[in-house]
């Protein structure tokens, strides 16, 4: 089975379960969700890597170590985790804050511009940690043997958003994940350091095919995502 078809795979099970939940949807139509981005390096772990609980009250350096620095595959890069929950519910904010925030995000440069800090706020009081915001899926520009590819990359386990924080910065190496490898056609594991994020925010009236921009989002990697789902 080629790596294409275990995306395919990928995919089908992704929409098996949109489909079960009863999420329906739409390319063409109005949608409302939450959105998280994760901003990480990854890299094929050594087979003598070993995890160092390291941290006190203020810092948190755990981390992987080992002796010989040489991961057991060539295979690393950097990779973008979307997060979204596409089953929020909405109906608790105000009227007029949504359409404040719709002019945040679909209004003037200057109306963005002067609504940002409102809307940051906002988020923290109405999405930040109101409800959990799945992994959807994975993203990268990575090397296999020294050759670059930019492709769809598969993560287990399942989870959802963390925040990164190391105590001093957005910094932080998460444990225990494994990545397809799409050459060896098997989950290997890996060292994954997340350096950057979009926190939890709302996505609000989004239509794919409208093409619409909205500065801290990847629409197009969303409308790529959701057209393979073929729901």
């Given at each position: 089975?080629?790596?294409?078809d275990?995306?395919?795979?990928?995919?089908?099970?992704?929409?098996?379960?949109?489909?079960?939940?009863?999420?329906?949807?739409?390319?063409?139509?109005?949608?409302?969700?939450?959105?998280?981005?994760?901003?990480?390096?990854?890299?094929?772990l050594?087979?003598?890597?070993v995890?160092?609980?390291?941290?006190?009250?203020?810092?948190?350096?755990?981390?992987?170590?080992?002796?010989?620095?040489i991961?057991?595959?060539?295979?690393?890069?950097?990779?973008?985790?979307?997060?979204?929950?596409?089953?929020?519910?909405?109906?608790?904010?105000?009227?007029?804050?949504?359409?404040?925030?719709?002019?945040?995000?679909?209004?003037?440069?200057?109306?963005?511009?002067?609504?940002?800090?409102?809307?940051?706020?906002?988020?923290?009081?109405?999405?930040?940690?109101?409800?959990?915001?799945?992994?959807?899926?994975?993203?990268?520009?990575?090397?296999?043997?020294?050759?670059?590819?930019?492709?769809?990359?598969?993560?287990?386990?399942?989870?959802?958003?963390?925040?990164?924080?190391?105590?001093?910065?957005?910094?932080?190496?998460?444990?225990d994940?494994?990545?397809?490898?799409?050459?060896?056609?098997?989950?290997?594991?890996?060292?994954?350091?997340?350096?950057n994020?979009?926190?939890?925010?709302?996505?609000?009236?989004?239509?794919l095919?409208?093409?619409?921009?909205?500065?801290?989002?990847?629409?197009?990697?969303?409308?790529?995502?959701?057209?393979?789902?073929?729901?």
């Amino acid at each position: 089975m080629s790596y294409q078809d275990h995306l395919e795979h990928f995919f089908s099970l992704r929409a098996t379960s949109f489909i079960k939940e009863g999420i329906n949807l739409s390319m063409d139509k109005k949608l409302d969700f939450t959105y998280a981005k994760l901003n990480c390096s990854f890299e094929s772990l050594p087979k003598d890597a070993v995890w160092i609980e390291d941290y006190d009250e203020s810092y948190n350096n755990s981390r992987y170590e080992s002796i010989s620095e040489i991961g057991e595959y060539d295979f690393k890069g950097e990779i973008n985790l979307y997060f979204m929950n596409f089953k929020f519910d909405f109906s608790q904010i105000d009227t007029d804050e949504r359409k404040k925030y719709l002019r945040y995000l679909y209004g003037t440069e200057e109306e963005s511009g002067d609504l940002s800090d409102w809307a940051m706020l906002f988020d923290m009081d109405n999405i930040y940690n109101h409800s959990s915001i799945p992994h959807q899926f994975s993203y990268g520009n990575f090397k296999i043997d020294g050759k670059e590819f930019d492709d769809y990359l598969i993560l287990e386990p399942e989870f959802e958003y963390i925040e990164p924080w190391n105590g001093k910065s957005g910094d932080e190496e998460f444990k225990d994940f494994k990545m397809y490898h799409p050459t060896e056609n098997k989950f290997v594991p890996v060292s994954l350091y997340a350096s950057n994020e979009i926190g939890q925010c709302a996505a609000l009236e989004v239509v794919l095919n409208d093409n619409t921009s909205i500065p801290w989002m990847e629409i197009d990697k969303v409308k790529d995502y959701i057209s393979r789902l073929k729901l």
